[in-house]
């Protein structure tokens, strides 16, 4: 599937389009989206889904990331790639691509988190790009997409090491050498998760019946309002009640502090001794 999205990307696509053809593929194969199919363009690192209603277009000269997953019976797989029409985004796509296969290669069972971001930054910096320091990779659990290890993209990690028959997800990013190599909140938010944790106060009855439509559909993985249209202007407006009641998290765009375009490549990888089995 993922080799071949590429030839579904064209300058002047729907941004919507684009998004529901990806989330339809999988649903084709028998799975479910494990969250929005993100679609962030140049300066936008991550997190932008397009919401209903988005009249976006893909842009030409540009640098676009595609990041999905797929989920089958709370397992989850999550990978990303980046597809672009110009010089610079083409070395900031190899060099995110190759700092993905170099850090594969030291992925094992022992491994400090800090020696996978040394293979990311040494293969950035044999490209001429700067790795994105407040972005990293992440560990997968059964319904539980960030599971707290993180996998950075430079030389830190305080020790922490990959665990044998883990799930993690090795996601390089970078930008160009004069960016600011960190990202920033955005707003809009297009990305939504039911917290885990109930708000103090009581919610009404309506609110409720959402929240308990919410944990049935998408249980506790990230979701979009795309997926909601079904259920009409009232719960949405419900739903934005969740938000600010604290019931509902939702995640803004991450954006590159310079306004720098970034590029992404990720896998989803089971750990093992010696080595490890690539899943995505």
């Known amino acids: 599937m993922?080799?071949?999205?590429?030839?579904l990307v064209s300058p002047g696509m729907s941004l919507v389009d684009l998004a529901e053809k990806v989330e339809g593929l999988i649903r084709e194969l028998g799975c479910r989206p494990a969250?929005?199919?993100n679609i962030s363009i140049d300066s936008v690192a991550a997190h932008y889904s397009p919401p209903p209603g988005d009249i976006s277009t893909l842009p030409r000269n540009s640098v676009v990331k595609l990041d999905f997953g797929v989920v089958v019976d709370g397992y989850i797989a999550d990978t990303a790639l980046t597809i672009t029409d110009t010089s610079w985004g083409e070395v900031l796509k190899q060099a995110v691509e190759e700092s993905l296969k170099a850090a594969l290669k030291v992925?094992?069972?022992?491994?400090?988190?800090?020696e996978v971001g040394a293979a990311v930054y040494s293969t950035m910096m044999k490209y001429g790009v700067k790795p994105i320091r407040n972005l990293t990779g992440h560990e997968i659990q059964r319904y539980n997409l960030h599971a707290g290890v993180s996998i950075p993209n430079i030389p830190v990690g305080d020790g922490v090491k990959l665990q044998e028959g883990h799930v993690y997800a090795i996601e390089p990013f970078a930008t160009l050498p004069d960016g600011s190599g960190e990202v920033r909140d955005k707003q809009p938010a297009t990305i939504y998760r039911l917290e885990p944790?109930?708000?103090?106060?009581?919610?009404a009855e309506a609110e409720q019946a959402l929240v308990k439509t919410l944990e049935k559909r998408f249980e506790g993985l990230p979701y979009s309002l795309r997926w909601l249209?079904?259920?009409g202007q009232e719960a949405l407006g419900l739903h934005q009640k969740l938000i600010k009641q604290g019931r509902v998290k939702a995640y803004p765009m991450l954006v590159e502090k310079?306004?720098?375009p970034v590029a992404q490549a990720e896998h989803t990888v089971l750990v093992e001794k010696g080595g490890c089995v690539v899943i995505t």
């Open 258 to 260: 310079t306004g720098k």
């Open 229 to 231: 249209r079904d259920m």
């Open 197 to 203: 944790i109930r708000p103090r106060q009581k919610l």
């Open 2 to 7: 993922k080799a071949s999205l590429p030839g």
């Open 35 to 37: 969250f929005p199919c």
């Open 107 to 114: 992925v094992e069972a022992g491994v400090r988190v800090s």
